[in-house]
C-alpha cells in the first residue's frame, strides 16, 4: 500500500462513527414528526447518539490539531476515523459519559486521545491541543442552541425543542469541566505548557485522579448548586430557559413516566 492509500485509509470515516451519526439522524426525525410511539424512548436514543457524537468530535478535535501540530502517529492509531472504538482509553472517553449522562444528566468530560507530545514544538501547540477538544463542545452546544438565540423557534415541534435545550445543556457542563485546570483535564493541559518544570512535577501524580476529584467535589451540595447556576446562567443567554431543560430531561428519562407539566406543552 502507498503512503497516500495508507494516508486516506487512516483518515476514512468509520463505519461505527456512521452507524452512531444514522441513529442520531433517525431518532432525530422520530422526535420532529412524532413518528414515534414513545416520545420518551426517542428523545433518549436521539440525545444518547448525538452525545457520541460529540464525544467522538471533541476526541477527533485533539487529534486533528495534534496532526497540524507534528504528531502523524494519530493516524496511524486511527483517532482521525472518528471511531469510538480506536481511543486510548474508550472507557473514560465514551462509556462513562453516557453513563453519567443517564444516571445525572451531566456532560461529564472523558479521557483524551493519546498524543505523542515529544513530537510537537511549540507551548501555543501544546494549548491548542488541549483546548480544541472543548472547544467542538463550544461549537456543538452553539449549533444547538442556535434556533433559540436567533429566536427561529416558529415551526419547531416543542418536544425537539426540549430534547436541543437538554443536549444542549450536556454540551455546556462537558466544555466548563473540561476547561477547569485541573491535572488530568483539557483545562490544565492548556496551561501545562506554561507552567515551570517543578510545577508540573509536583501535579503529575494527580492527573489520573483528576476526574474523579471533579466528580466527587460535584457531590458537594455548595459546587453543585454554584456549578449549575453557571450552566443555567450560560444557558438562559444562550435563550434557552430552565423549564425548557427540565422538560428535556424529563423526555430524556422516559422510565420515570412523563411529568405532566412538561406532557401538556410537549
Known amino acids: 500500500m502507498t503512503t497516500a492509500a495508507r494516508s486516506r485509509s487512516h483518515s476514512a470515516i468509520s463505519p461505527v462513527f456512521l452507524g452512531i451519526a444514522a441513529v ?3 431518532t432525530g426525525w422520530a422526535v420532529w414528526t412524532d413518528f414515534a410511539a414513545s416520545p420518551g424512548l426517542a428523545v433518549f436514543l436521539f440525545v444518547v447518539s448525538a452525545w457520541i457524537v460529540s464525544l467522538c468530535l471533541h476526541e477527533y478535535a485533539h487529534a486533528r490539531t495534534a496532526l497540524h501540530g507534528g504528531d502523524i ?17 474508550a472507557l473514560l472517553s465514551i462509556v462513562l459519559p453516557v453513563i453519567f449522562v443517564i444516571m445525572g444528566g451531566i456532560g461529564l468530560p472523558g479521557g483524551a486521545v493519546f ?18 477538544g472543548p472547544l467542538t463542545n463550544v461549537l456543538f452546544a452553539a449549533v444547538c442552541t442556535a434556533p433559540f438565540w436567533l429566536g427561529a423557534l416558529d415551526g419547531v415541534p416543542v418536544a425537539f425543542r426540549f430534547a436541543l435545550a437538554f443536549l444542549a445543556m450536556l454540551q455546556v457542563t462537558a466544555a466548563i469541566l473540561n476547561f477547569l485546570p485541573v491535572p488530568g483535564l483539557d483545562g490544565y493541559g492548556v496551561i501545562e505548557p506554561w507552567l515551570s518544570y517543578k510545577v508540573r512535577r509536583q501535579v503529575e501524580p494527580i492527573a489520573p485522579f483528576g476526574l474523579i ?4 467535589v460535584l457531590f458537594i451540595p455548595e459546587v453543585n448548586g454554584m456549578f449549575f447556576d453557571a450552566v443555567y446562567g450560560i444557558m438562559q443567554a444562550l435563550g434557552v430557559d430552565e423549564l425548557g431543560i427540565y422538560c428535556g430531561r424529563d423526555l430524556f428519562e422516559f422510565w420515570n ?10
Not at 73 to 89: D, I, M
Not at 118 to 132: D, Q, T
Not at 213 to 216: P, T, Y
Open 24 to 26: 442520531m439522524a433517525v
Open 73 to 89: 502517529s494519530v493516524g496511524a492509531k486511527g483517532y482521525l476515523t472518528l471511531n469510538p472504538l480506536k481511543y486510548t482509553h
Open 115 to 132: 498524543i505523542e507530545r515529544n513530537r510537537i514544538s511549540g507551548r501555543w501547540k501544546h494549548s491548542l491541543i488541549s483546548a480544541a
Open 213 to 216: 476529584i471533579v466528580f466527587v
Open 257 to 266: 413516566g412523563q411529568d405532566e407539566f412538561c406532557a401538556v406543552r410537549a
